[in-house]
């Protein structure tokens, strides 16, 4: 039984409360996956003859997390750019080896959260799989681990700031 056929079976009840979080943990992750991919991009184009690398990084991000462009203009841009938005996804298992465990676990959630909403998003597991970026035997993380983990992940790309402890009174009069 691969990682993304597990996903078929009942997945783990997530707490209606907690899918927000969890939503947002899997985009801070979308979010290193750009930062990361617009350097990876930039590296290996050459400007004058590629498309706006922000704009690519993007659609890349979407189209590996199954995330459909609304705007009529971001969905032409990924229709006419869909060779480099392959090319990109087939390179990043090799390219960016460092994030595929941080991509697996925020796919796996993605898709348990749809799966709470009623939604089966199975096709996005296993197109990552089929693309070498899901680490098919990576153990799926609790909840609270993987929300502490993409937190740190997102600290140390200076997306958000670390946790701070609050100040008590005690610590305030000294």
């Known amino acids: 039984m691969t990682a993304a056929t597990r996903m078929e079976d009942t997945p783990p009840a997530i ?39 922000k704009r690519l990084s ?41 994030l595929l465990p941080h991509l697996t676990d925020a796919l796996r959630m993605q898709a348990i959260c ?11 597991l296993l197109r990552a799989q089929a693309l070498n970026i899901l680490i098919k035997e990576r153990p799926l993380p609790l909840p609270s681990t993987f929300i502490t983990t993409v937190r740190t992940l997102g600290t140390r790309y200076g997306i958000v700031h670390g946790i701070t402890p609050a100040v008590t009174e005690s610590d305030a009069e000294s």
């Open 15 to 53: 707490d209606g409360k907690l899918i927000p979080i969890m939503r947002e943990a899997v985009g801070l992750v979308q979010m290193v996956f750009y930062v990361e991919l617009k350097g990876m991009l930039s590296e290996k184009t050459d400007m004058g003859k590629q498309p706006d690398i």
């Open 58 to 98: 993007g659609a890349v991000v979407n189209d590996l997390f199954g995330i459909h462009p609304t705007r009529k203009r971001d969905a032409s841009f990924a229709t006419e750019h869909r060779l480099l938005i392959e090319s990109a996804l087939r390179e990043t298992a090799t390219q960016l080896p460092d």
């Open 114 to 124: 749809d799966l709470q909403e009623g939604n089966n998003t199975l096709a996005t």
